[in-house]
């Protein structure tokens, strides 16, 4: 019996999960093992099931619901990123098609620089107040009377208003030609339009409509009516207006009178305005030289600083200088780099010339005008011995101009614009011929006296 119990108790021993003495009663010890071995009811397992089945329903749509606002936060990013590579290739073409253009800036000036008409006409320079110029009609008032161009045009303008009764075409004519000088390019179409009009009439003698101007056409109110005196040409070549005053017509059968007014417009040249040389003559006094000494120059050493804009600029044109030394170039551009001054036509020129009798003469050219031009002016006008040979040497770059020579260059070519100041000499060698043939030379005399007689003080 004592080794039965003793394998009970060793059993039960092994079914409690928590130990006790043996000697401890019954009451004393806990019934949790004897409330484990018991099964539970199946209303328990039923009610366990459905609260699993609630939660994992709860975790799998709390799952769904992580899962899309990742997806949302992830194509939010990816777009984002789209829209920023987007705006920065943007970016990107946007610079190199500003590349692109600057360099074809560049090439288009290069071309220009090199290849295109440079020349920009300059009406306003300050070194020459062109209000003062004088200019002649040698063709209808002669050589003696000088106007201002102003004054001259209105005078001319007047002359030829008197004459339109008598001769209608012809002084019509010369007075569109003459008046519309200011916009060659103007007078060029408005010309052609009208002779279109003359040429459709005459080869189209049967078609009304070529009979017939409408005032208010575009070409006619753009390219002919801004014309001064282009109606009166029209009326002297036979067109009158019609009834209801909004056309001119050509009503004549002959074609003789548009012939003519046809003919006379493609031939006429406008009456030509001459500058006047405005010759001035200057005698330096003794006591006031034409150059300073060095003592009389500004001792003050702000007076030979440069200024803050003149440094700019002098970098822009080393910077510019060094840019053409390293380009590719041929002789030709070379040298017309080394003409940067002909960037600019001016329209006139003043001249001085300092005689070696210390007389310095005064002079106004065109600027297209040939070289020749001024020695032809001195000879006829000024010098005493118009036959002697003589040269002029520029007092900037010490070049020489010899009358022998076939001078076949404007002033612009010789940059002599827009002022220069020349220096007289005779020829030397022609200059001792003639004193070995004639003793009685005077070598000290070069002005003829009736122009040194209106000779100013400087």
Known sequence: MADLKEVKNEVNFARDDEGHQLNESAAAIPQTVQSQ????????????????????????????????????QKSGTSSSRTAD??????????EQEKVLKDEYQKAVDLKEHYFG???????????????????????????????????????????????????????????FLTCNQKDLDKLNIGKEIICKYFDNIISNPNEDKYRRIRLQNKIYLEKVFPLKYARELLQAS????????????????????????HDTLMNSKP?????????????PTREQLSIPRIQLLPQDPLFYQITTDELLREKQRQKDLLEKEQMLRTKAMRQRDEKSSLNIQYKYTILRIRMPDEIILQVIFPCNDLLSSLFEYLRSYCLVYNTLPFTLTSMTDRRIYSSQDE????????????????????????????????????????????????????
């Open 238 to 261: 036979g067109f009158i207006s019609s009834d209801d005053n909004e056309s001119i017509i050509y009503q004549e059968h002959s074609f003789e009178r548009l012939q003519l007014a």
């Open 407 to 458: 001078q076949s260059i404007t002033f612009n070519q010789c940059n002599l614009v827009p002022t220069a100041f020349l220096s007289f000499r005779w020829n030397d060698q022609a200059l001792r011929e003639i004193k070995e043939q004639a003793d009685y030379f005077l070598t000290n005399i070069y002005i003829k006296p009736e122009v040194l007689y209106n000779a100013a003080r400087l």
């Open 85 to 94: 590579s987007v705006r920065r290739q943007a970016q990107r073409e946007l």
């Open 117 to 175: 008409n440079r020349q920009i006409s300059t009406e306003t320079v300050p070194i020459v107040d062109y209000k003062k110029l004088f200019f002649k009609c040698p063709d209808i008032f002669g050589d003696n009377d000088c106007l201002t161009y102003d004054e001259l045009q209105q005078r001319i303008e007047s002359t030829l208003k008197f004459q339109l009764n008598s001769e209608p075409i012809i002084t019509a004519t010369r007075l």
């Open 37 to 72: 071995t018991y099964p539970q009811s199946s209303g328990r397992q039923s009610f366990d099931s459905e609260t699993e089945v609630r939660a994992a329903a709860a975790a799998e749509a709390a799952q769904q619901r992580l899962q899309h606002q990742l997806s949302r």
């Open 271 to 283: 009456i030509k305005i001459q500058l006047d040389k405005n010759l001035k003559i200057f005698q």
